[in-house]
């Protein structure tokens, strides 16, 4: 009566794992996300099926086994069988994992083609990720632009308390409408990334010279938040993603003021080429723009980091000929981390930041560099660029 008790124990604790955890874990937070396009709904389905598959394989084998061990044991006098192969046997254990295996492949790969096809696509946006920020680039709409982290250094340093979006915000995210297929053309400008936002089941690897596609279509208004995920350098953490999807018309009005504001942004970097900044206002201006776009690889103190990134406190580029230093970050420097900021920060930022690392940490140099001597430098550029792609 005992044994009996403790089988059929047994196997209602196993009959109620099976019927109950599915449904539990659907709903719990540690289970994939259902998310808010068709693909991703159909890989959380996908999912389900496959989880519901292994509870009932997991059911079978180990219902046989534990009965097998409860019933057959030694203490109950069982003896054990003698017994050959069977041809019968090989070929249903053989056949039932064929059918399992491919009620999984039909579905798996419907998705999988669905996931591919970008056809059709009512928007096309340009992603291109760099050590350490994502750019952006509206096709057709005259709209780009660099999305960085947002969460401050003092939070990162642990000064400050964490705030609840924490390494998950960004100064400028992805705006995108509800309810239009978007295509995304991926590539990078360094080294290997990875755009991934679960809500939207789309995580594509941007790489250096090719372009990979992916494509979403959103169903619900939200912010939604990714990072990249792919390592790729000392920063990869610090690199999140946002994207705001919104209703047609509030996208609409979105767009025109973005456009608006790109405009008015040209037009005062063009009326900053005729200001002359003193060397105090230069070296505020400097400082916030070497902190937000400098430090995470030369340090906020300017020391760098030995053997990775060099550093500019008392180096010979911040305290030798302004040309060269002007070269380096103007253009950066090819087969390095050092990026070209020439379409990154206007003629006034780019003076600052200069400035303030040619008289910050005891570099004391004493010179200003204006934005008219940016200018003037990217003028000299594009003219020796000229003879060499006409020899090439």
């Known amino acids: 009566m005992k044994r009996r008790s403790v089988t059929s124990w047994l196997w209602s604790g196993i009959a109620l794992l099976f019927t109950?955890?599915?449904c539990v874990f659907a709903e719990s937070s540690m289970?994939?996300?259902?998310?808010v396009t068709g693909i991703?709904?159909?890989?959380y389905d996908l999912h389900m099926l496959i989880f519901y598959i292994c509870c009932a394989i997991a059911l079978v084998v180990f219902g046989v086994m534990f009965y097998s061990i409860l019933n057959h044991r030694k203490?109950?006098?069982a003896v054990a069988a003698?017994?050959?192969e069977s041809t019968k046997v090989e070929i249903i254990w053989t056949v039932i994992p064929i059918i399992i295996l491919v009620a999984m492949a039909i579905p798996a790969t419907k998705t999988l083609i669905a996931m591919e096809d970008t056809s059709q696509s009512e928007l096309t946006i340009k992603v291109?990720?760099?050590q350490w920020k994502w750019h952006y680039s509206y096709f057709g709409e005259d709209v780009e632009f660099y999305s960085l982290l947002a969460t401050s250094s003092k939070q990162i340093e642990g000064i400050e308390e964490k705030g609840a979006h924490y390494l998950l915000e960004v100064d400028h995210p992805l705006v995108v409408p509800i309810n239009r297929k978007i295509r995304f053309l991926m590539t990078s400008d360094d080294v290997i990334h990875s755009w991934w936002v679960p809500d939207f089941a789309v995580k594509k690897d941007t790489i250096p010279g090719f372009i990979n596609e992916a494509w979403t279509k959103i169903d619900k208004p939200g912010v939604y938040r990714g990072q990249c995920a792919e390592l790729c350098g000392r920063a990869h953490g610090f690199m999140p993603i946002v994207v705001h999807a919104m209703e047609e018309s509030q996208y609409e009005t979105w767009l025109a003021d973005k456009k608006a504001e790109i405009a008015l942004a040209q037009q005062q970097a063009n009326a900053a080429l005729t200001a002359s900044l003193s060397l105090e206002e230069l070296m505020t201006k400097g400082e916030q723009i070497y902190v937000d776009r400098c430090a995470v690889c030369h340090q906020v103190a300017g020391t760098g980091i030995p053997g990775a990134f060099p550093a500019i406190k008392g180096s010979k580029i911040a305290t030798g000929n302004i040309d060269d230093h002007l070269d380096i970050v103007v253009n950066g420097r090819s087969g390095t981390a050092m990026q070209a900021f020439v379409n990154q920060l206007s003629e006034q930022e780019l003076a600052a930041v200069i400035t303030y690392q040619r008289n910050a940490w005891g570099n004391d140099t004493g010179d200003v560099v204006q934005a008219s001597d940016v200018n003037e430098f990217k003028g000299k550029s594009s003219q020796l660029e000229d003879p060499k792609e006409a020899a090439q």
């Open 20 to 22: 109950f955890s599915p």
């Open 31 to 35: 289970n994939m996300t259902q998310g």
């Open 40 to 43: 991703s709904q159909q890989v």
């Open 75 to 77: 203490s109950k006098g």
């Open 82 to 84: 003698h017994f050959h």
């Open 128 to 130: 291109t990720g760099s």
